[in-house]
């Protein structure tokens, strides 16, 4: 199954008619909500449906690249007497 979340962008397989073929999740649930980012038209599919429409899913809460060490970098600077 798909895992989406209010808020993510997804990419579909057919281009909307305003040229965007990214949409944003509204509504999750037994279906899902959508708005189109180029023309702000909102649409709901039945989840089986819009699960195979979906070309590529995009989620902006999971930011790639953990941030490590550049805390400790700082500290670690040796006065060599
Ligand atoms: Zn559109």
């Given amino acids: ?3 989406v979340r209010v808020g993510d962008i997804v990419q579909l397989r057919k281009r909307h008619p305003c040229g965007a073929d990214e949409w944003r999740i509204v509504r999750v649930g037994a279906d899902i909500g ?4 180029g023309c702000d038209r909102r649409v709901t599919l039945p989840r089986r449906r819009f ?3 979906v070309k590529a899913v995009r989620t902006p809460h999971e930011a790639p690249g953990p941030v490590d060490g550049s805390a400790e970098a700082a ?5 060599g007497s």
Avoid at 75 to 79: A, F, P, Q, T, V
């Fill in 1 to 3: 199954m798909l895992d």
């Fill in 51 to 53: 699960e195979r429409r």
């Fill in 75 to 79: 500290h670690g600077s040796e006065g």
């Fill in 34 to 37: 959508l708005r189109c980012v």
